[in-house]
């Protein structure tokens, strides 16, 4: 099953939260990442996408979040608001848009009546934007029927210089 996986992020502030989101989005593949505001587009030469994901992800500015959806596409926002799903208790759709709100702020109430979902990261206090961006598309990972790892996945994603190893006598057993 081919899973759709696009990143909205509403009037980031921040080219670096920007660059770690990217990166995320590499990491656990996501198709796109859209963005509104200008706030962004000043910053953006301080972008830190230090894996160059942007050249193989679009990073897009759109007027509006929703805009140019298909239909089988759900919104899912995330956010610290009242009566919103902990994240432990969702079940991502298949095809899922995840709208995260402004650093300083939160998203506006006509996005979340609209949304499909509300989820929340159940944390005390709040992370910041590239964190929880990273934590729910890792919760969306392992809950899908493509979680799975080995010794290949980490030799393809760990970075050159780490070639460390645990000793047979250490690594618990795998089922």
Known sequence: MNLSICIGLVNPK???NVGAVMRAAGCYGADTVRY???RYDRAARFN???KGVASRIPLLPVKDMLSGLSAEVKVVCVEL???????PDFDHPDKALY?????????EQA???????V???????????????????YDRMA???????????IRESRDANNRVRVKASKAPERP
Not at 101 to 107: N, R, T, Y
Not at 119 to 137: D, H, R, S
Not at 146 to 153: F, I, M, R, V, Y
């Open 48 to 50: 830190t996408d230090t």
């Open 99 to 107: 709208v995260f709100g402004p650093e300083d702020g939160s998203l």
């Open 143 to 153: 809950k899908s029927a493509n979680a799975s790892g080995s010794d290949q996945l």
């Open 14 to 16: 921040s080219p670096t």
């Open 119 to 137: 989820v929340y990261v159940p944390t005390f206090g709040c992370m910041n934007l590239a964190a929880t961006v990273n934590v729910v598309l």
């Open 81 to 87: 608001v009242e009566g919103a799903t902990a994240l």
């Open 111 to 117: 996005l979340i009546d609209r949304a499909y979902a």
């Open 36 to 38: 509104t505001g200008q």
